[in-house]
Structure formats: structure tokens, C-alpha cells
């Protein structure tokens, strides 16, 4: 008969212990046991409780508790081995002290305050599997925890262990990219490769942090930090004459639909007249990115001129109600505050399209830009006759802005739909392909290379429909694919074919000055980062390195710590700029700021690697150089 104090229920349990216990006991017995109660009370217990788990048992060297969910318990062991190899970085070899921890999901018999149970069992059998410093989850946990924590998974395949029957299958939690060790322990060969591919690609940050579109909302002077004020004339921004290109601003179009959810839908049309006007060659359109930090604000003419260097400024509302749609938009010159043209459109929401051409065509004509005869068949071109698939691909896009595992799932999953819906529909396919290559750029998939070739095979799937209006993004995506597969002749062909159809075309700006950069043709790609600046003058931190590097190849160190401390101020823990800042500083003979750098650098990540960082240059005297600087720092 079963007692009356006994409960059953499905728990995560979470079974750590320290390495080499009984070794440490027998050199230093009061020592050891002051660190582990030290640690136990600092770096344990505060995250156990933070995240809703309860101690139930203690051993000599270590503990069980058990969790509510296993995303709690996973959060809380990846926080105490983050802080561990924090502690650790400073410590000789002899001295550190590691935690193994393991984590099941399973079913467990409560009595009292005591948990029982193959649930337990199983859990401090994974941590007997598991590396000194790591996680280790079984199969049942790794499922509620892979698409939810923003960690990589290591597959470590089936397990015997004692008194248990069947073998366990499990999986190490990757905590390289935060400062943990790497996971390279009881990993297949084939899997250890292709960590340290995915590893030097994050070392190299060619692009990644180019096309999130993450909002940076403090205002930058850095085209003025790095004395670049001209920079506007040099490429058409600021000429006087008839030859001179139209400076456009698009700020996002307010939301008049009543409904916060529909911001989606006026930062799409927002994001498609932007588009639309950069495919002229006599205009020069600011980069959404450029513009996002103005949503929901009113910023006076002066502001905008200075921050963006533009002469015209397009402001509008989108108001969705049923199945109406009405836009209002207005074409000011943002220096003497003179409106040149307003209208307001109102109609069936289908006609969105129709609105969008007729909004781009006033503006043009309003400017008097001169239309080539292809800029005018592109103009015209209606991307799909699905309102619903349209929609859909606003929403990808809106979840993309985010940069987070989860809403890329949720994008993705969108924009399949919106292909089953309207297979023609070129710009799914891009934004599609954009989704695959953040899986492979940030690390949100276990096989990188085949994540690549899906974003490939979307861009080109893309470029194969009649949708001309949708081919600058299918080759800019197709760009950022080759590259992060070092496939960089290819890219740069890319780049320029996005350019030759859109010429304000952020991203293939920053794009070619990246590939170039690791090609080793420096001045140029200097240029081309010069010239995205102009398109954006709020680079992403994953841009500004290649930036500040192609500054510090050319030996104008100055100039690449300038840009690093910009970026640095809204990207504070960035650790890529942090070294280049560091090893600008050794070459600059500022040694004391040097080494302070690069104990930031260890600070946010204690394992990082000199001898990988710049690996991607083709040429091996650039990456030396680096590492020169880096190593003059202290790193």
C-alpha cells in the first residue's frame, strides 16, 4: 500500500557535482571545503532560487534540485558555468574548480522534502557523462528545451549506465559562444569540426550583424567622429548641378489602425516604398535601419539633416480598417521645411500595391528624377495577387527584426504558408532565404553548410520568377550566402548585381566592403564601408567590425578605435570590438588602455581564442597583424 505522503509528478532535476573532489580533499581539506561552500553560497544556490528550483538533497561535493520546468533548470545551469568560467579565467590551472551538472525530465516520487525516482537516478547518471564545466540534458529534456533557450546542441548519440536499462541518449549544452568550455569532449569527429567551423565564422563576424536589423536607438555622429562630413558629396548625396542624386529620408509611417498589432503592416509599407525608391538611379534612399529610431516620434527637419545628411524627408500614416486601406504621405525639403507634394490614397485593401506605385511615381515625378526605360518596367511590376500572402510576408518580416531564435521559427513557418499560398511570390522566397541564412549565421542549426544551401536555393528560386522589383534582395541575399561559405568571388559578383538594381542598397554596400575586406583588397573595402555609412550612419556592431578592421589593416588605428568607441557605446559588450579597440590601442603605444581592453575582453569571454580571431583573411600577413595587436595588448 502506497503512504499516504507519497506524490508522483514529471520534473526536471538538475544533479551537480565537483570534479575532482576527493583529490582536492587530500591536498587541502579546510581549503577545499571553503571554496566549495563559497562557491555553493555565491554562484549556486542565488540561480537555483532565481529560477524556481528547490535544493532536496546535498552531497559532500555537490547537489539534486528540482525544477519547475527544464528551460528553468537549463537557464540556471547555464548561468552558474557561464559565472565558473568567469571565475575560473584568472585562476591556474590547479586551482579552478569545476561543476559538472546534468539535467533529465522525468518521472519522480516526492516524500516529504525528498525526491525519488529514475527521474533522479537518470539525472546524476547524465552528470557522471558529462565534461567538467558543462551541461549535459537527456533526450526527453533536450525536447522542451532546443528551440527555447538560444543554446547550441551538441548530439553525443546513446549512453550505457549503471542500473539503468536501456541506454540513454543525450546531448551537451554548447556554453563556447558565453565564456564557457568548449564541448569537444565524447564528440565525433565530424561534430567538432564542424563547431569549430561555425566558431571561426563567429570569430570573423563577416555579416551576421549586418543584415539583423536590430534597432539601435541612440542617435550617432560617428560619419563626424571619423571625419568623414564629406562623404555625403563624394557619393552623390550632396551635389549641386543636374546630376545630382535625390537624398531621400522614409520615415516609418505611423500606425493609425488603432491596433498596436497592425504596426507590422505600416512598417512593411514603410520597408516596400524605401525599396522601391532606392531601385532609382536617380535617388539616394536611406536604409530602414537608418530610420526605424524615428517610429512613434516627431524629430524636427534640423535633426534629420544632421543625422542622415538628406535634402528630402517622406513622412505618412496607414490606416487599416475591414478591407479599406488609406495612406497619406507627404515630400518635404528638410532644409527650408517646404512641403513639395501630399495626397492621400484610400481604397480596397487589395489595391495596396497599386497605392505603393502610385506613392512611388508622385514622389520621383515630384522630385523630377529621370526614369530609364527598365526603371519604369520595374515600377509597374505587381509582386502577388495574394493579399494574404503579402501579409504573411510583412509579419516574417516585422519577427526577423528581432534576431531571435524563436521568432525566425515562427518566420519561417509564415512564409511557407505564404509560398503554398502564392508560389510566384518572389519576395517570400527572399525573405525566406533570409531566414535560413540567420540559422546558419548565428548558429540556430546543427548542420551550418546545409542551412546555407537552403538560403541559396530560395535567393535563386527568387531570381528565376518574373518579379524584377524582388531580384536586388534575392542577389544581396545571395551575397551574404556566399560569403559565410567563403565562396568570396561569388559574393562580390552578388553584391554588384544587387547594386546595379538597387543603388541604395545598404546591405550590399556593407556586404562587398566585407568580402573585400577578407579578400584582402583593403582601400577598396574601406570604401564600400564608407559608402554603406553614408546609407546608414548607425552600423550594426557585426558591421563595425569589419569596418574597424579594414581600418586597422590600413594602420589608421585612430580612426578604428573612433569607431569602435562609437559603436562600443551602444553595443557594450560586443567582445570583437573590444579587441579590435585593444589592439588599436597596443598600436597606438597606449599600452595601460590597451590592457584594459583586453581584460574587457576576457571579462565577456574568458576562453577567447587570438589564434582564430581574423582567420577568414585570405591573406595571412593580415590576420598576423591583428594577432600582433592583440597579443601587444595581453590577450
Known amino acids: 500500500m502506497q503512504p499516504d505522503d507519497l506524490e508522483r509528478h514529471l520534473a526536471a532535476i538538475l544533479a551537480a557535482d565537483m570534479v575532482g573532489f576527493s583529490r582536492s580533499m587530500s591536498a587541502d581539506e579546510e581549503g577545499t571545503l571553503a571554496r566549495l561552500n563559497r562557491l555553493l553560497t555565491e554562484v549556486v544556490n542565488p540561480p537555483i532560487a532565481a529560477h524556481g528550483g528547490r535544493v532536496f538533497k546535498t552531497t559532500g561535493d555537490g547537489l539534486l534540485a528540482e525544477f519547475p520546468s527544464v528551460v528553468a533548470a537549463v537557464r540556471c545551469a547555464a548561468e552558474v558555468q557561464v559565472e565558473m568560467a568567469s571565475r575560473n579565467a584568472g585562476e591556474s590551472p590547479g586551482q579552478r574548480i569545476l561543476f559538472r551538472i546534468g539535467i533529465n525530465l522525468g518521472d519522480v516520487i516526492r516524500q516529504g522534502d525528498d525526491v525519488f525516482g529514475d527521474g533522479v537516478n537518470i539525472a546524476a547518471r547524465l552528470e557522471g557523462l558529462c565534461r567538467p564545466g558543462g551541461i549535459t540534458l537527456s533526450a526527453s529534456a533536450h525536447e522542451q528545451v532546443r528551440d527555447r533557450v538560444g543554446h547550441h546542441f551538441i548530439d553525443r548519440g546513446e549512453h550505457a549506465v549503471k542500473n539503468i536499462a536501456r541506454p540513454i541518449h543525450v546531448y551537451d549544452v554548447d556554453l563556447s559562444e558565453r565564456g564557457g568550455p568548449a564541448p569537444e569532449a565524447g564528440m565525433p569527429p565530424e561534430a567538432v569540426r564542424a563547431r569549430r567551423r561555425r566558431q571561426r565564422i563567429l570569430a570573423s563576424v563577416i555579416i551576421a550583424g549586418t543584415l539583423a536589423a536590430g534597432v539601435l536607438a541612440i542617435v550617432t555622429d560617428l560619419p563626424q567622429k571619423l571625419g568623414l562630413q564629406g562623404l555625403a558629396s563624394r557619393v552623390g548625396g550632396q551635389q549641386t548641378g543636374k546630376s545630382a542624386r535625390a537624398t531621400i529620408a522614409v520615415l516609418p509611417f505611423s500606425n493609425q489602425s488603432g491596433e498596436a498589432q497592425r504596426d507590422y503592416f505600416s512598417d512593411g509599407i514603410t520597408e516596400d516604398v524605401i525599396n522601391a525608391l532606392g531601385r532609382f538611379s536617380g535617388t539616394q534612399v536611406t536604409a530602414y535601419n537608418a530610420v526605424r529610431p524615428y517610429k512613434d516620434r516627431n524629430p524636427a527637419n534640423e535633426e534629420i539633416v544632421r543625422e542622415l545628411g538628406v535634402r528630402y524627408i517622406v513622412q505618412g500614416s496607414v490606416r487599416l480598417l475591414?478591407?479599406?486601406?488609406?495612406?497619406?504621405?507627404?515630400?518635404?525639403?528638410?532644409?527650408?521645411?517646404?512641403?513639395?507634394?501630399?495626397?492621400?490614397?484610400?481604397?480596397?485593401?487589395?489595391k495596396v500595391f497599386e497605392i505603393q506605385d502610385r506613392i512611388v511615381t508622385h514622389i520621383v515625378g515630384a522630385l523630377a528624377v529621370k526614369l530609364t526605360g527598365l526603371e519604369q518596367k520595374r515600377a509597374i511590376a505587381k509582386p502577388t495577387d495574394s493579399l494574404e500572402a503579402y501579409d504573411l510576408v510583412l509579419r516574417a518580416r516585422a519577427l526577423l527584426n528581432r534576431v531571435e531564435r524563436s521568432a525566425n521559427l515562427e518566420a519561417r513557418a509564415l512564409l511557407e504558408k505564404a509560398i503554398r499560398l502564392a508560389p510566384q511570390y518572389a519576395e517570400?522566397?527572399?525573405?525566406?532565404?533570409?531566414?535560413?541564412?540567420?540559422?546558419?549565421?548565428?548558429?540556430?542549426?546543427?548542420?551550418?553548410?546545409?542551412?546555407?544551401?537552403?538560403?541559396?536555393?530560395?535567393?535563386?528560386?527568387?531570381?528565376?520568377?518574373?518579379?524584377p522589383g524582388a531580384h536586388a534582395r534575392a542577389h544581396a541575399s545571395l551575397a551574404a550566402a556566399y560569403a559565410l561559405s567563403q565562396r568570396l568571388d561569388e559574393a562580390l559578383r552578388a553584391a554588384d548585381h544587387a547594386l546595379e538594381l538597387n543603388p541604395s542598397d545598404y546591405l550590399s554596400y556593407d556586404t562587398r566592403g566585407a568580402v573585400l575586406l577578407w579578400l584582402g583588397k583593403i582601400e577598396e573595402a574601406i570604401a564600400a564601408k564608407e559608402?554603406?555609412?553614408?546609407?546608414?550612419?548607425?552600423?550594426?556592431?557585426?558591421?563595425?567590425?569589419?569596418?574597424?578592421?579594414?581600418?586597422?589593416?590600413?594602420?589608421?588605428?585612430?580612426?578604428?578605435?573612433?569607431?569602435?568607441?562609437?559603436?562600443?557605446?551602444?553595443?557594450?559588450?560586443?567582445?570583437?570590438?573590444?579587441?579590435?579597440?585593444?589592439?588599436?590601442?597596443?598600436?597606438?603605444?597606449?599600452?595601460?588602455?590597451?590592457?584594459?581592453?583586453?581584460?574587457?575582453?576576457?571579462?565577456?569571454?574568458?576562453?577567447?581564442?587570438?589564434?582564430?580571431?581574423?582567420?577568414?583573411?585570405?591573406?595571412?600577413?593580415?590576420?598576423?597583424?591583428?594577432?600582433?595587436?592583440?597579443?601587444?595588448?595581453?590577450?
Request: without cysteine.
Open 322 to 350: 475591414a478591407a479599406r486601406l488609406r495612406v497619406s504621405v507627404q515630400l518635404s525639403d528638410a532644409r527650408t521645411g517646404t512641403l513639395l507634394w501630399s495626397d492621400r490614397y484610400e481604397d480596397d485593401i487589395g
Open 531 to 635: 559608402t554603406a555609412l553614408r546609407f546608414n550612419p548607425r552600423p550594426e556592431p557585426g558591421s563595425a567590425v569589419g569596418f574597424a578592421l579594414a581600418y586597422y589593416i590600413a594602420e589608421r588605428h585612430r580612426e578604428a578605435l573612433a569607431l569602435a568607441d562609437a559603436v562600443l557605446a551602444r553595443a557594450p559588450e560586443n567582445v570583437f570590438l573590444h579587441a579590435v579597440r585593444a589592439a588599436s590601442l597596443a598600436q597606438l603605444g597606449e599600452i595601460e588602455d590597451a590592457r584594459r581592453a583586453a581584460e574587457r575582453v576576457r571579462a565577456l569571454s574568458p576562453f577567447f581564442q587570438v589564434e582564430v580571431f581574423g582567420s577568414r583573411f585570405v591573406n595571412p600577413a593580415h590576420q598576423a597583424k591583428i594577432q600582433a595587436g592583440l597579443r601587444k595588448a595581453g590577450l
Open 428 to 467: 517570400a522566397y527572399v525573405v525566406l532565404s533570409t531566414a535560413e541564412y540567420y540559422r546558419a549565421a548565428f548558429g540556430w542549426v546543427e548542420d551550418m553548410e546545409e542551412a546555407v544551401r537552403r538560403s541559396e536555393s530560395l535567393a535563386k528560386r527568387a531570381l528565376a520568377l518574373d518579379d
